[in-house]
């Protein structure tokens, strides 16, 4: 029998059984499975695959050898080979999903949003990426994901990444400076246009809002893993970090606007 592993981090327990991982299933479970038979098909192999539903309702997905990195960062997840190879590799998801978005409008465990240009990942950060050294080589977790606009999706990948994280949040890094020009780097190598760029800050802090929305609203219908973010005060580090975000917006907006 192969080796059992419970996998540390996420809402989610997930166990590790050799070259395979399990994870709970959900209502849009099914949609999530199209996504990844979709990617396959298409080429796209950083993204595990989906081999089947067991009969106690978990999905049986590949397992991605490599480090998936925590908060604070580890210095591979922070180095600016990963953020460089984070906002390709996004670019790169992205794209193989834009022939999916306009035919699955609904399903996902989120709402679409429109204009619908791709399949958002939903929670792209170094917690749900594999890095191979200090480079990322796989996406996992795709639970949260849903038709979106790019910019959506590359709010929070360019929070997560960069960080755009207040001095109090012990989880980033960065003067204000250091972070706009990391944003600056991952918005240049995702390809973000003009006008991607300008809106980047309003749609980094209205993504935060989003964020604790969702962790009230789950915690409220009953999910044990949202409620305790809830307690443990993770909504109101979104909050505050959505605020300093808004503060600072003439630092980042110099180094996103730049020619």
């Known amino acids: 029998m192969p080796d059992r592993e419970i996998l540390a981090g996420g809402v989610n327990e997930v166990i590790r059984m050799g ?49 998936v990195s925590d908060y604070p960062a580890t210095p591979a997840a922070a180095s600016l080979e990963a953020l460089e190879s984070a906002a390709e590799l996004l670019r790169a998801f992205h794209d193989h999903t834009v022939g999916l978005a306009v035919d699955a409008p609904e399903g996902w465990m989120l709402p679409a949003r429109t204009p619908v240009e791709v399949i958002c990942h939903g929670d792209y950060g170094p917690h749900n990426c594999v890095l191979n050294g200090t480079k990322v080589v796989g996406i996992i977790d795709f639970d949260t994901a849903h038709p979106a606009p790019r910019l959506w999706d590359v709010a929070y990948a360019v929070y997560r990444w960069a960080p755009m994280t207040a001095p109090t949040n012990t989880d980033g890094f960065g003067t204000a400076e250091e972070q706009a020009r990391r944003t600056r780097i991952f918005c240049d190598r995702y390809g973000l246009d003009p006008m991607g760029r300008a809106g980047l800050v309003d749609a980094v802090v209205a993504r935060l809002h989003a964020v604790v929305s969702l962790m009230r609203s789950q915690a409220a219908a009953g999910n044990a893993s949202f409620a305790r973010h809830l307690a443990d005060g993770h909504h109101t580090q979104y909050l505050a970090d959505a605020e300093y975000v808004h503060h600072r917006r003439a630092v980042f907006d110099r180094h996103l606007l730049a020619p």
């Open 19 to 67: 070259a395979t991982v399990l994870r709970p299933t959900g209502p849009w479970s099914p949609r999530v499975h199209g996504l990844l038979r979709h990617l396959r098909k298409q080429g796209f192999t950083a993204a595990p695959s989906i081999h089947e539903v067991t009969t106690d309702g978990f999905e049986v997905l590949d397992f991605i050898p490599g480090e």
